[in-house]
């Protein structure tokens, strides 16, 4: 999706932003209750057997499905200084693998896991589609991929703006040293938060739920409670962004069968079996 100069600094920014910087604690909440609710049934039918969890972060999500007892064996790999951390709260729990990995070329063998999940990662690659295809490699005939990805928010003008501006400091953060970015974005969490996360907020108290979600940021709490996603967006190397019609479309020309695309104001949760 890109050429091999530039696939090169998108790695090093990933490892230095997510391996050294976000993932170095597990403060960050559990996603995987968003894929629960979405997909109810599904959800708590395929989570058994074998599962891979690409891109653990600080381990909120590896917390929840250690507790799942229809999970006999879980695989759960990331990029960072998390996984010592991760390997220590774990090692007496021999049906926990941790280990340092790469979504763009998992070190497993073909037809391993009955369950493979990812929330936020393949995104922020350099080839997402790559990911995807190495995801099904690795699947079982039969399994279960579940995934969450940006989405491009074709129809929803609110979104369109804030992503039009996330673009463009995006391109002003390639040109300043990392410690700029970092406290750039710490003061703007305050900004966003007044300008989206209390209109928001407003409009959630009186009412109009569905309406207070279509604007950016609607989960802020407190002015500096959106430091940590703004340093994901725009710290970040790429992101890439789909629409639920063009995942739909790469997923069934990777073989996945069953194919279900949910987009969100949040973004796209993707359901797919192999």
């Not at 976000?22 to 996603?31: F, G, M, T, V």
């Not at 789909?242 to 969100?264: A, D, G, Q």
Request: glycine residues 6%; charged residues 25%; proline residues 3%.
């Amino acid at each position: 999706m890109i050429d091999g100069s530039n696939r090169n600094k998108i790695e090093s920014k990933a490892n230095r932003l997510w391996g050294n910087d976000l993932h170095k604690s597990n403060c960050a909440p559990a996603h995987c209750p968003q894929l629960e609710s979405v997909f109810k049934e599904k959800w708590r039918d395929s989570l058994k057997g074998n599962l891979l969890e690409i891109g653990c972060g600080g381990g909120a999500d590896l917390e929840i499905f250690s507790k799942i007892k229809e999970i006999k064996e879980i695989t759960a790999i990331d990029l960072g200084e998390n996984i010592e951390k991760l390997v220590e709260r774990y090692e007496k729990r021999k049906d926990i693998k941790i280990r340092r990995g790469n979504a763009l070329s998992l070190d497993f063998d073909d037809k391993k896991f009955d369950v493979i999940y990812s929330y936020g990662v393949f995104h922020h690659t350099s080839d997402p589609i790559k990911c995807i295809s190495e995801a099904q490699r690795v699947l079982k005939n039969g399994g279960t991929l579940f995934l969450y990805l940006y989405s491009s928010h074709e129809d929803m003008l609110l979104k369109r703006v804030g992503i039009f501006l996330e673009k463009i400091i995006m391109k002003f953060f390639g040109y300043i040293p990392y410690s700029l970015q970092n406290l750039i974005s710490i003061l703007l969490s305050p900004i966003c938060w007044v300008i989206f996360s209390i209109p928001s907020n407003l409009l959630k108290l009186f009412g109009f739920k569905t309406l207070s979600k279509k604007i950016p940021f609607y989960f802020g709490t407190h002015p500096f409670s959106l430091i940590g996603d703004l340093k994901d967006r725009l710290m970040s190397p790429i992101n890439y962004r789909f629409s639920k019609h063009e995942m739909k479309k790469i997923l069934e020309s990777i073989n996945f069968s069953l194919i279900e695309v949910v987009k969100t104001s949040a973004g796209l949760y993707i359901y797919a079996k192999k």
